[in-house]
């Protein structure tokens, strides 16, 4: 297959997953404002504070749907001058206020709960509100497992942050019709304090969200997966004897550029090299979405033996080390007496510095006579 249809298709499943979230989310809207409207007209004939809170909640719900909606059409826009890397984080952006709603839905509806402990009012239950109930429980449960099974697949916050809260949903309206159950059956109203506990569920749920999606805003580590990627695809190329320093920005669920360093023999042409940072550029953005705004070099030497042979020495040295990952970027220059290279430390190691300092020590005192230039490096894939 060749790449430029491989591009073609990367961007017909943009345009896929931006349909997709809007389909499911319509569908989100629908069902809960079918749901809000008979949950407020039972809550009203019945007197019950909890289901009227379910309906509200309801509404909420409808209404974080149209913000991703919102949101996915505004970060599908096209970069410009002011935002080059386009508007993908505005997704991260519409899952925040949907956890904020969360939030706030959990704590209105603990602060009416506490107000109906304080006053309570005895609820009037039939069997058609009960019904009409439970097969809003049923709706719910479906609707929640949909959204979040839609959103995992498209990698939409979003979307997932709705499935979970209509999940959650699911449980009051279910935690509701217990509390109906034990009020008919023994005549004890217990579902203002349900409605308090439930809405302490809710604000926990809320917070986490928030946390988790602050987080991705701030920057995470490098999608483990998508790394591994990235380097077995660019180690495919048979001149390619290394592959390091990957760094991913992510500005988007599904939307990342980033940099690499390569090892290649020193017996490359400008031309050559040329040739295969745009090859290595074309693949990676065909077979994974991301742009490598950047392919450094590192030349291996390939033509004087003895810099072979002090390669090898200081890579002994150096991987002798418990805490060291890798050693790249080895370069030797014997008329200057100078050797450079990068050393890879683990983010396990109790002190990152003293690894760098013990083990450039250590190829120090092996190779007393050259001027070091020892850079401590970190390897972004590590788990």
Known sequence: MSETLKLNRVQEAENSREK???KTSVIGI?????LAAFKAVIGLMTNSIAIVLDAVNNISDAGSSLITIAGTKLAGREPDKKHPFGYGRIEYLSAMIISVIVLYAGVTSFTESVKQIIHPETPDYNAVSLIIVAVAVAVKILLGRYVKS???????DSLINSGEDATLDSVISASTLAAAGIFLIFHV???AWLGAVISLVIIKSGIEMLRDTISRILGERNDTELARGIHETVMSFPDVQGAYDLVLNNYGPDTWNGSIHIEVPDTYSAGMLDQLIREITMKVLAEHHVILTAIGVYSVNTKDERVVQAQRKVQEIVL?????RQMHGFYLLEDQKAMRFDVVVSFDAKDRKAVYREVTERVQKEFPDYQLQVAMDTDFMEE
């Open 150 to 156: 839609v959103g995992i697949k498209v990698k939409s």
């Open 320 to 324: 002798a080390h418990e805490h060291v």
């Open 189 to 191: 109203s217990l579902e």
């Open 30 to 34: 629908v069902a809960n404002v079918f």
């Open 20 to 22: 997709t979230i809007v």
